[in-house]
């Protein structure tokens, strides 16, 4: 099976959002145009900061996104310099629109996955969180390029608005030949940091009665599945991948992130300017990382407090785990 994106320590990936546009407006929409602007970079550029990070590290794998990167009409040429330049692997993520006929403009040798995301197993659940004919959409271009040869995965992000529809998940994948499988928690950032996205988000109780059985069971239908354990025990080990692993979340304004919690604030640790990747000046999310705090992750205690508890001396029940370290779990 094909290695693409890790979450693993050690791990390192590139996030590269080309443009911030998009035909959809999902509730949970983590874009923040604001902070990122709203162009789309000139293939030129991107393919100046390809070059950039591929000479800063030669195993990294790359995922173009947006917005909805296929709304870039050079999106193929991105791909194939990517190819060039050597990256470990490519994968494009997509909410399944697949615009100016990508399919037919690279080949399944070109590209490790087109990964596409989808929050419901029906459309009445999946389209009232991503818009009407969102899973109709979706569903059709996971099948076209299923039958065309490429490799599909899928990302899956659980709210309190779908998590009763996960479990019937694995079923569908298997019967759509999806190979890999990604459940994501719901992040506050972009539209869901809203006030009335905060109460989406699961509780450790169900999370934890639903997560992890149905990751087991697609592992068990022969699909890759990957999610973030999200609550840890006071004596599970904790990391965090700002400080472990070499992500890079760049974004068209030349903003360089290593830690998507941080994306809402004008908090990056590096930023591209003239084609060149510098560092930016403190306070900057690095000196976040380096906090240790009892409650694991300092961006969620700062950011979503509410997903933790104390005891009546005050200390937490239990820890917040990077939400960029996940458990992966392969077909036997
Ligand atoms: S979550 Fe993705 S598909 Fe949905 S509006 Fe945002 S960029 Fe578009
Ligand atoms: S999510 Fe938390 S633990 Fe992970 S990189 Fe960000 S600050 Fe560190």
């Not at 039958?147 to 569908?172: A, C, D, K, W």
């Not at 030949?177 to 869901?192: A, C, D, H, Y």
């Not at 934890?208 to 699909?223: F, N, R």
């Not at 000046?281 to 933790?308: R, T, Y």
Request: glycine share 6%; net charge negative; proline share 5%.
């Amino acid at each position: 099976m094909k290695e693409t994106v890790s979450f693993s320590k050690d791990a390192a990936n590139l996030f590269f959002h080309i443009l911030t546009g998009c035909n959809l407006s999902c509730r949970h929409c983590y874009i923040n145009p604001d902070q990122h602007g709203t162009h789309m970079l000139a293939i030129e550029t991107i393919e100046a900061w390809l070059r950039l990070f591929a000479r800063r590290n030669h195993a990294a794998h790359v995922i173009f996104l947006g917005g909805e990167p296929t709304l870039h009409p050079e999106l193929s040429q991105a791909v194939h310099t990517a190819r060039d330049f050597g990256y470990r692997s490519v994968t494009i993520d997509t909410n399944g629109y697949l615009f100016h006929d990508i399919l037919h403009k690279i080949a399944p040798e070109d590209i490790d996955y087109f990964s596409f995301s989808l929050d419901g197993a029906t459309a009445a659940v999946n389209d009232r969180i991503r818009g009407d004919g969102s899973f109709q959409h979706c569903t059709d271009g996971i099948r076209s390029a299923v039958s065309r040869g490429f490799h599909t995965s899928l990302i899956y992000t659980v709210s309190q608005e779908n998590i009763h529809e996960l479990p019937l998940m694995p079923t569908f994948l298997a019967e759509l030949g999806v190979k890999r499988f990604f459940i994501q928690v719901l992040g506050l950032r972009g539209q869901s940091a809203g006030v009335n996205h905060r109460d989406s988000r699961v509780s450790r109780t169900n999370w934890l009665q639903v997560v992890p059985s149905t990751a087991e069971t697609a592992a068990d239908l022969g699909i890759i599945t990957v999610y973030p354990k999200v609550f840890l025990e006071l004596d599970e080990p904790f990391e965090c991948a700002g400080r472990v692993a070499d992500n890079y979340f760049v974004f068209p304004n030349g903003r360089v992130y290593r830690c998507p919690l941080c994306e809402d604030y004008p908090i990056h640790s590096l930023c591209i300017e003239e084609n060149q990747l510098i560092s930016a000046g403190p306070i900057n999310e690095k000196d976040l990382f380096a906090l240790d705090i009892p409650e694991g992750c300092v961006m969620n205690k700062l950011i979503q407090p509410e997903n933790l508890t104390y005891d009546d001396q005050g200390a937490p029940e239990y820890k917040i785990a990077c939400c960029l370290l996940k458990e992966e779990l392969r077909p036997k």
